[in-house]
């Protein structure tokens, strides 16, 4: 099960988490990634320390780098940036989440590297975008994507203080964003024999992120209200806590149809003819009444409990409010792939899945991710093999 990218040659010159996101997908999706280090690695191998891991591994890392092949380049010497070109000379893609000015001063620019592979699917992830005054500043997804566009304000609630972001949620939905660029152009390749620069940022990522809003606001100069539980205009959207403490979310968006079953589901048939609640404009406008009869209403029963009497009408939708431990319990997460097998000697390592499968081409991961420099004798090999 080699993947459906299977013989296409990677190398990736990344980072903490962005970069080395969209070559960990392509890894899993068959490509050979070779990935460019200094002598002090990728800082992310420090994620396991930093995070109070006592063992030495990293599991953050561990999820962005298997299946790759680690090489230690010193990109600040000539004889490392020979290499890191040599490498590039036959390559199908180049990954990189590096700044553009130290990717200019180092030879490793979109331009010049072209120069030598025309052929070359270059992929770029940046802070804020290639041009403009922040055009090379440095950024984390807390800052570029979280912050500036617009996320952890979305996420305030009135009065509170903004809620903070979870490793690398824009990181990795930059690294989709970006191998499905990469995909893109390489099947623009088939056709016109060129590579080409792709590109994203995690500013775009962010705001492409909460475009719900931004589009409401840019077609309309209307604000989208942050919502509160309290207060939420559709009762129907909106979480509630069960007798045992255990919350979960109504999803009942379309008026009609999932009004209904949930009075039904809480025993409250009247409701539907009741004027206060008949019509979905008078349940916003009775709301805080609605949710209060609501919250009396689920704190009667577990969570257990009212899954069973959801689970009698199809027409309702609803899920738990899950913590970590919860997903990884969860049958369905793991019925519908969620976790990967990673060999590993002579066993296997659990590791969250990329979000993608192929039924022609299935994938499968190889390797855990490589030592520091693992791989850089067999690399250097074959390109001198390759030279020869």
């Given at each position: 099960?080699?993947?459906?990218?299977?013989?296409?040659?990677?190398?990736?010159?990344?980072?903490?988490?962005?970069g080395p996101a969209?070559?960990?997908?392509l890894?899993?999706?068959?490509?050979?990634?070779?990935k460019?280090?200094?002598?002090?690695?990728?800082?992310?191998r420090?994620?396991?320390r930093?995070?109070?891991?006592?063992?030495?591994?990293?599991?953050?890392?561990?999820?962005?780098?298997?299946?790759?092949?680690?090489?230690?380049?010193?990109?600040?010497?000539?004889?490392?940036?020979?290499?890191?070109?040599?490498?590039?000379?036959?390559?199908?893609v180049?990954?990189?989440?590096?700044?553009p000015?130290a990717?200019?001063?180092?030879?490793?620019?979109?331009?010049?590297?072209?120069?030598?592979?025309?052929?070359?699917?270059?992929?770029?992830?940046?802070?804020?975008?290639?041009?403009?005054?922040?055009?090379?500043?440095a950024?984390?997804?807390?800052?570029?994507?979280?912050?500036?566009?617009?996320?952890?304000?979305?996420?305030?609630?009135?009065?509170?203080?903004?809620?903070?972001?979870?490793?690398g949620?824009?990181?990795?939905?930059?690294?989709?964003t970006?191998?499905?660029?990469?995909?893109?152009?390489l099947?623009?390749?088939?056709?016109?024999?060129?590579?080409?620069?792709?590109?994203?940022?995690?500013y775009?990522?962010?705001?492409?992120?909460?475009?719900?809003?931004?589009?409401?606001?840019l077609?309309?100069?209307?604000?989208?209200?942050?919502?509160?539980?309290?207060?939420?205009?559709?009762?129907?959207?909106?979480?509630?806590?069960?007798?045992?403490?255990?919350?979960?979310?109504?999803?009942?968006?379309?008026?009609?149809?999932?009004?209904?079953p949930?009075?039904?589901?809480?025993?409250?048939?009247?409701?539907?003819?009741?004027?206060?609640?008949e019509?979905?404009?008078?349940?916003?406008?009775?709301?805080?009444e609605?949710?209060?009869?609501?919250?009396?209403?689920?704190?009667?029963?577990?969570?257990?409990?009212?899954?069973?009497?959801?689970?009698?009408?199809?027409?309702l939708?609803?899920?738990?409010?899950?913590?970590?431990?919860?997903v990884?319990?969860?049958?369905?997460?793991?019925?519908?792939?969620g976790?990967?097998?990673?060999?590993?000697?002579?066993?296997?390592?659990?590791?969250?899945?990329?979000?993608?499968?192929?039924?022609?081409?299935?994938?499968?991961?190889?390797?855990?991710?490589?030592?520091l420099?693992?791989?850089t004798?067999?690399?250097?090999a074959?390109?001198?093999?390759?030279?020869?």
């Amino acid at each position: 099960m080699a993947g459906p990218l299977e013989g296409i040659r990677v190398v990736e010159l990344g980072v903490w988490v962005a970069g080395p996101a969209a070559g960990g997908i392509l890894a899993d999706w068959g490509a050979d990634v070779v990935k460019i280090e200094p002598p002090t690695g990728d800082p992310a191998r420090m994620f396991g320390r930093m995070l109070g891991i006592e063992d030495g591994s990293s599991p953050p890392f561990e999820m962005d780098n298997r299946g790759k092949r680690s090489v230690v380049l010193d990109l600040t010497t000539e004889p490392g940036r020979v290499s890191a070109l040599e490498l590039l000379c036959d390559a199908d893609v180049f990954l990189t989440n590096v700044r553009p000015g130290a990717l200019r001063r180092i030879g490793l620019d979109f331009a010049t590297v072209a120069a030598s592979n025309p052929a070359l699917v270059y992929g770029l992830i940046t802070g804020y975008g290639e041009s403009g005054p922040d055009a090379d500043r440095a950024a984390y997804d807390v800052a570029a994507f979280w912050a500036r566009a617009g996320l952890a304000h979305l996420l305030t609630r009135p009065g509170q203080t903004p809620p903070f972001q979870r490793g690398g949620m824009g990181d990795h939905s930059a690294g989709m964003t970006l191998a499905a660029a990469v995909c893109a152009a390489l099947v623009a390749r088939t056709r016109t024999g060129e590579g080409q620069l792709v590109s994203t940022s995690l500013y775009r990522q962010g705001a492409y992120t909460v475009s719900f809003d931004l589009n409401t606001f840019l077609l309309t100069g209307h604000c989208i209200a942050i919502g509160q539980r309290e207060t939420m205009g559709n009762p129907c959207m909106n979480n509630y806590a069960a007798r045992d403490g255990r919350r979960f979310w109504i999803v009942g968006l379309e008026a009609g149809r999932h009004w209904p079953p949930l009075c039904r589901a809480v025993g409250r048939p009247q409701w539907l003819t009741d004027p206060r609640y008949e019509t979905a404009r008078s349940r916003a406008v009775h709301a805080v009444e609605l949710i209060a009869e609501l919250d009396e209403i689920f704190a009667t029963r577990t969570l257990d409990e009212w899954a069973q009497t959801f689970a009698a009408e199809p027409e309702l939708f609803w899920a738990p409010i899950n913590s970590v431990e919860d997903v990884v319990a969860d049958e369905q997460f793991h019925a519908a792939g969620g976790i990967v097998y990673v060999p590993d000697g002579d066993s296997t390592v659990p590791m969250v899945a990329s979000p993608a499968d192929f039924s022609g081409t299935p994938w499968a991961p190889r390797s855990p991710a490589p030592r520091l420099g693992e791989h850089t004798e067999q690399v250097l090999a074959e390109l001198r093999a390759r030279d020869a």
